[in-house]
């Protein structure tokens, strides 16, 4: 077990790193905007797992309110990367499907690589990512125990779909 100082000082570390990364990211702007597992990015998230879902489907598996998932289905579209049917069997519902320039964006996502992993070498790269693997294997267990509904198993699609693009 680690020493509970260790702990904490590394605890401090992730809070500093979090908060250094909102500000990076608003300050080192991207070219695009980088598809997270927050609003829009969950809504692309989940369309590639399974399209042609209505906006309260969309809603009832992750978790989020329908004005919510209208506003980020609406913005989506607004990119092109959703489009809006009617379904065949009710044509009050709407249909959100997945366009290709949508599909591009949740392949492309994971290709993204932030220029501040430059500053380590190889053999860090290596140590980095084993010590996320036990951080975030961890992580899942324990929302996996506190929570295991369809909105939580939908954040382990993230990893899974970042994982499937090096394992092929």
Known sequence: MADEIKAEL????????????????DIVKQPRPRLTVEGQGKILLALADEDHLSQRQLAERLGISPQSTSEFVAKLAKRGLVSLSKSATDKRVNLVNLTDAGRTEVESAPAE??????????????????????????MYNDIDVANPTLAVKFHKLFASRYLKRFQQ
């Open 10 to 25: 590394a605890a401090g570390k992730l809070v500093e790193y979090e908060q250094l990364s909102k500000i990076y990211d």
């Open 113 to 138: 690589v932030p220029p501040f992993l430059n500053a380590l070498s190889n053999d860090d790269l290596d140590q980095l990512s084993q010590l996320l693997d036990k951080i975030t294997t961890a």
